[in-house]
């Protein structure tokens, strides 16, 4: 039976005039708020202005003349209110017209285009709709001059793609049922939903990923605006003529439920997929998507149960891993790979020459520069990074190998620029998995290289690294996490346990680490740095537009140290979460069903014994062998084998340069020898995906 909307439109006649009331009315309904505004009443002055607000602001981000428009909303819920003490006022109602007759005239704008185009049209837009079942409603005139303004210079939305172009269609939306104009609101919706597709431009990728700014990765972000305003429109549309269709619907859900909602944790997003909304304080908790979702049980029922789980998780009203399933996907669309396990979450944001490093544009996030070269989340509550980033060493970014510069570089263009690496990428069975990066930064600044692996299973990620060279005249690290700091740092050193109090450790050669119920194992014997200190900073080194005050976070880093110049450094480590003991520990590392085969700039491989699933890099053409099992290559890939019996194996395997040229695999098990070609000609957008074969032995 349908539920919410779905069943009162279904007893409505579907005629043009009744749209137009639905959708204001499902509008309404959607923004019905009862709002306290004594305070703001005290500021209002008898010109129609606010006596704290200078209008003749243009800031681009921090925008102060929109709180106008946000004031005046908040009067017209209090007006249209029954619960409301200031519910018919008509002195209340004399100063919604003032207001709205002052902000006409005054007429002020911003410098960035987002507020002028899409905040201060829809702002108006919603607060017109609601005010329409006042007592008494705007004057005519004044509903129309402004609603003529709002057509002139709220911008087409043809003219965009993406979130941008859902956002504009929104307030034509608003605008087309004041006005009841038919071919206006046709041409909103169809511009709502018209961008949801697959596309090689800005919008939903053929991996399942978003991109928006060009080729960059904006699951969350602009993201969260596609899904905002394609779910608003999709839900205020049922039972009309403008109902989303099928396809859409169906398309829309895989992206919401199978890469959006998989990359939150608990309540909070993977801060590599935000793009530059990293710098804005709390901005990877996404508690408000469960109206997305909430939306999504009328609009796709089918998935209704798994909407519902994502809610639960969202409001915290069950744990992170509730109803969570295992996957592990690769976007080669989108340089980005997701592990998820019902324990945890662990991800890695790549750049190549196909895709754009993560942006600094509106002068927010701008010590991002090493964000996009390897970088991991390893989240368990998915609180663990949550508005820690003023207080971050950006050269400390997990999963990175950087020069620790005094200054943190900036790319010579603030919206994105393409990354450098020919090699990134990863293969993929759907629910294990490995990504592989070969990257050089000959920006003099930091001039620094790696052949770089991460080995995705059940209980573990394996991260390799190899061929590490610089010229830095600065200490070369691998940050292996920096997060939040908890109680209880354990140590192992020589089979000696020990736990370790707040300060700066160097430590030689320590079998593991354990912080916060994740293990960090270091089966090559290296220098490990670790600090568990008081770390300082404001958002307003990060992003100009917010709080100059000094933040104090408690921080936990540890990482490899390279030295200084390395010409072939290596490392190894293996993340394992859930663990909570040394005893914990010290079994797992007895048990380990890890085999490090192979750790150099040519080749890189890993053995899980108890899955038996073999998975090697080959940065270039040649052969690895171990044991029964024997692979030889004529190009760079990554490939996992698995199934391995006597007549049979599976082999998965991707090419991370996307070069669309067959490769031939030679695979050797015991005294038993197949040839195979993997054709990856003419595959255009899927160059990067993995094909799968089944080898007869």
Request: charged content about 25%; overall charge neutral; aromatic content about 12%.
């Amino acid at each position: 039976m349908a539920t919410g909307w779905a069943s009162i439109l279904t007893q409505m006649p579907n005629q043009q005039n009744n749209d137009y009331e639905m959708f204001m009315e499902k509008i309404r309904n959607t923004t019905i708020k009862n709002p306290s505004i004594d305070k703001d009443l005290a500021l209002f002055q008898e010109n129609g202005s606010f006596s704290d607000i200078d209008y003749d602001d243009t800031q681009m981000t921090n925008w102060t003349p929109i709180q106008h428009i946000e004031r005046l909303s908040d009067f017209v819920y209090a007006y249209t209110n029954e619960k409301n003490k200031y519910y018919q006022n008509e002195d209340l109602y004399q100063k919604i017209v003032k207001g709205l007759e002052y902000w006409y005239d005054v007429d002020s704008e911003s410098d960035n285009w987002w507020h002028n185009q899409i905040s201060e049209p829809q702002k108006l837009g919603v607060l017109l709709i609601q005010m329409r079942i006042g007592k008494k409603q705007i004057p005519q005139e004044l509903e129309t001059k402004i609603l003529k303004r709002i057509q002139e210079t709220g911008g087409d939305p043809a003219k965009w793609t993406g979130a941008n172009r859902t956002d504009i269609a929104l307030h034509w939306i608003y605008r087309s049922c004041l006005t009841q104009n038919e071919a206006d609101l046709k041409t909103a919706i169809d511009n709502v939903f018209n961008p949801v597709v697959y596309t090689t431009e800005e919008g939903f990728q053929h991996d399942n990923s978003y991109f928006q700014h060009g080729e960059q990765l904006y699951i969350g972000g602009y993201g969260d605006e596609i899904l905002k305003g394609v779910t608003q429109v999709a839900s205020y549309a049922l039972g009309t003529q403008y109902q989303l269709d099928k396809e859409k619907v169906k398309l829309l859900s895989k992206f919401m439920r199978e890469t959006y909602y998989r990359t939150v944790r608990g309540q909070n997003m993977s801060f590599d997929v935000v793009g530059r909304s990293v710098s804005r304080p709390g901005l990877l908790n996404k508690r408000t998507t469960t109206t997305y979702a909430q939306r999504m049980i009328d609009i796709d029922p089918t998935h209704a149960d798994e909407y519902k789980a994502i809610i639960a998780r969202l409001n915290r009203k069950q744990p992170a891993d509730y109803q969570v399933t295992a996957s592990h996907t690769h976007y080669f669309r989108g340089d980005y790979s997701l592990h998820v396990r019902p324990q945890y979450n662990f991800d890695v944001r790549l750049a190549s020459t196909r895709t754009k490093k993560c942006e600094y544009g509106n002068k927010e996030n701008l010590k991002t520069y090493f964000m996009s070269d390897g970088c991991t989340n390893i989240v368990q509550t998915g609180d663990e990074y949550f508005n820690i980033f003023p207080v971050w060493n950006w050269c400390h970014i997990p999963g990175t190998t950087a020069p620790q510069v005094e200054k943190i570089p900036m790319d010579p263009k603030a919206w994105g620029v393409l990354g450098t690496s020919t090699y990134a990428g990863g293969v993929s069975d759907s629910i294990y998995g490995a990504t592989a990066y070969a990257y050089m930064d000959t920006n003099p600044e930091v001039n620094t290289g790696a052949k770089k692996s991460w080995y995705f299973f059940d209980n573990e990620v394996v991260c390799l690294g190899a061929g590490i060279q610089s010229t830095s005249t600065y200490p070369v690290h691998t940050t292996v996490n920096q997060c939040f700091l908890k109680d209880g740092i354990l140590v192992d050193k020589g089979g000696k346990e020990e736990t370790l109090a707040n300060g700066s450790y160097t430590l030689q050669a320590p079998q593991w680490v354990l912080h916060d119920k994740i293990g960090y194992f270091f089966p090559q014997k290296e220098e490990v740095f670790l600090t568990a200190q008081t770390q300082s900073g404001r958002w307003y080194d990060i992003n100009t537009s917010k709080s100059k005050k000094e933040e104090k976070r408690d921080v936990f880093t540890l990482g490899i140290n390279h030295g200084v110049a390395p010409k072939d450094g290596s490392y190894a480590y293996i993340v394992v979460p859930g663990k909570t003991s040394a005893q914990e520990m010290e079994a797992y590392q007895k048990e380990n069903a890890i085999e490090i085969l192979s750790n150099n700039a040519k080749v890189q491989a890993v053995r899980n014994t108890k899955l038996n699933v073999w998975m090697v890099t080959f940065f270039e053409a040649g052969t690895f062998k171990h044991k029964e099992l024997s692979v030889t290559v004529d190009k760079p890939c990554i490939l996992m084998v698995k199934d391995i019996n006597a007549k049979s194996a599976n082999l998965h395997i991707a090419d991370p340069g996307q070069t669309q040229s067959p490769i031939q695999v030679e695979l050797k098990i015991g005294k038993k020898k197949q040839a195979l070609t993997a054709d990856f000609s003419q595959t255009g957008i899927y160059a990067g995906a993995t094909k799968q074969y089944t080898v007869k032995l």
